[in-house]
């Protein structure tokens, strides 16, 4: 590699290195009891009841929403609607979201949880509990859509970043053994070949991280994009019809069991409501999942007129929303049991390793000569 592509390449790792480097050390930290959420939730107290499954039996969903929305009524002191319903595939529990308003913020929306089977009120999932704002610093900064765009970009930057150093490392390869760590030579030498060790034995890793962070990252103008165009495509091939009042929507039962009937060996993963991002101004949109680990992930929407209770449209959400949703449980390692969980945490404290040392050898180079550069680094370690 000629050395001036060796300076381009030295100077794209450094600078997209160093100004996501900062927003990486909180992600890394934040990240790590976030891996752990159900463990750390259960250690809290938090025990699923025993029964059947909610996505597959249990209280008519008409009973449930009922009950949540005179919960609403009673703790908020005033009417509020319905705007998602959740399922779980191993236990009773069933949740339901609801607010002021058909568009409420997600700051506005409170969400219920119950035993589908016996009917009984399990409690609210509070948003102002540790994990919540763990949660909230991880994903937007508490800074909203702003906050969430920044960290993807700097997701993206870490992406560079990666890339970069692949590049740069891979004359080392040539040069020297892989995985050597020279010890014996000075404490900058030993500490740039545990840099390259670490970055190479979690670049995969990392890059999966990365891509993933930076596609949640972008969930809000992804869902907006399906909504303007695939479910917009939806409600049209449909026909038109006015938005339904509340009063006047079919039984929310009778239009599940038509989606079932539609949607034939698939299981219900949630509801959007009438007015919400998730459905039109006049559906009940059912999201069905599949029954492995890598279909669970992946959505297909029934939309269900809410004056009729009929089907009206399905069809597979979009590659961009596909990867939306297998991206959340691959970037948490949320999809193979603990043995991942554990595996994740451990790259996740690697990669702070990694920050640490690439930030502690950029400090230690800007005290020295400015001719000692990449391609003067790259000529002593040829010569080591």
Known sequence: MRTST?????????WSSLVCT???????????????????????????????ASARSGQPLDRIVTAAMADYRRTAGRFGVPLFIGFSQKDPRITVTLGPRADASAAEMRL?????TSGDHLGEQRQDGIMALILRLHVDLFAGLPGML?????????VLAIVSGLVLYA???????????????????????????????????????????????????????????????MVAASGHAPATDAAHRASLDQA???????????????????????????????????????????????????????????????VSMQALMLSRPLHFGDYAGLSLKIVWALLDLATIRVLWSGLV?????????????????????ARA
């Open 171 to 233: 004359p080392f390869m040539r040069l020297l053994p892989f995985g050597t760590l020279r010890r014996g030579r000075n404490r900058r030498v030993g500490l740039l070949d545990e840099h390259n060790l670490l970055g190479a034995v979690t670049m995969g890793w990392a890059l999966v991280i990365g891509l993933t962070g930076a596609i949640n990252a972008f969930a809000d103008p992804l869902i907006a994009m399906w909504r303007q165009g695939e479910l917009a495509a």
């Open 256 to 318: 599940m069991a038509a989606a079932q009937a539609a949607q034939a060996g698939l299981s219900p993963q949630f509801i959007g409501f009438p007015g919400g991002a998730w459905s039109s101004n006049h559906h009940y949109a059912v999201f069905f999942q599949g029954d492995t680990p890598l279909t669970s992930h992946l959505l297909t929407p029934a939309l269900v007129d809410v004056a009729t209770g009929k089907v009206d449209a399905i069809r597979p959400m979009p």
């Open 6 to 14: 060796v300076r381009a390449w030295d100077w794209v790792h450094r």
């Open 22 to 52: 900062l927003f990486l050390f909180m992600l890394c930290i934040s990240g790590l009891p976030l891996i752990f959420h159900e463990e750390i939730d259960a250690l809290s107290g938090e025990h699923a009841p025993v029964g059947a």
């Open 150 to 158: 920044l960290l993807g970009v700097m997701g993206l930057l870490f």
């Open 361 to 381: 050898l950029w400090w230690g180079k800007r005290r020295r000569p400015a001719a000692r550069g990449a391609a003067a680094l790259l000529s002593q370690s």
């Open 112 to 116: 219920f949880t119950y035993d589908r």
